[in-house]
């Protein structure tokens, strides 16, 4: 069960924009993310969710979508996410997120996948412009945007060759993911 969820959590970036998700359903994934392991449980992380159409178009004017097509500005209108999920680090209740912001992440995203959805983590966002949407205070510092919907993709592992990570698109836009070898990464 949980190797079926990791292996259908991709990197999502293209969406059926009219399936919508519910603000329930977001609430119900970052309460996965507060209910797993925090480091020294210090629990720091804080979420801006968004399902509203003209909030989500002023969160995606702020994003970078895939450095390695560069030729791709991102979804066009149709396949935009229909939910955000901007994770914030709350400086005032510690000093540092350390890991907690992978495991959140990846919480959210199973939950996402196992509810029949996907999502993106980004990580290249323009933080001043999409602060100043927010109003948020200098103790909040914004780490990533999840961007989540009914993915419209495919997305598919191939083997690594040559040592090259890039991932791209073929020509019926599937969307291919190159991994390494097990065996190449377990050292001993």
């Known amino acids: 069960m949980i190797k079926e969820l990791i292996l259908k959590n991709r990197s999502?970036?293209?969406?059926?924009?009219?399936?919508?998700?519910?603000?329930?359903?977001l609430r119900d994934w970052v309460d996965l993310a507060r209910n797993s392991a925090s480091a020294r449980n210090a629990q720091p992380l804080k979420y801006i969710l968004s399902t509203e159409k003209s909030f989500n178009a002023q969160i995606f004017e702020h994003l970078a979508w895939a450095g390695?097509?560069?030729?791709?500005?991102?979804?066009?209108?149709?396949?935009?996410?229909?939910?955000?999920?901007?994770?914030?680090?709350?400086?005032q209740i510690e000093g540092n997120y350390l890991c907690d912001d992978g495991i959140a992440?990846?919480?959210i995203l199973l939950g996402a996948v196992e509810a029949g959805f996907g999502g993106c983590i980004i990580h290249t966002v323009n933080r001043n412009k999409l602060r100043e949407i927010l109003q948020l205070d200098d103790?909040?510092?914004?780490?990533?945007?999840l961007a989540l919907g009914k993915p419209k993709e495919t997305v598919v592992l191939d083997e690594m060759k040559n040592g090259d990570v890039k991932y791209w698109r073929d020509e019926n836009q599937v969307h291919h993911v190159p991994k390494r070898a097990l065996d190449e990464i377990i050292l001993r």
């Open 68 to 91: 390695y097509l560069s030729n791709w500005n991102g979804p066009e209108e149709g396949e935009r996410p229909s939910g955000y999920i901007i994770m914030l680090y709350d400086k």
């Open 12 to 25: 999502y970036r293209r969406f059926y924009q009219s399936e919508k998700i519910s603000p329930s359903q």
């Open 139 to 145: 103790r909040f510092e914004i780490l990533h945007v």
């Open 105 to 107: 992440a990846q919480s």
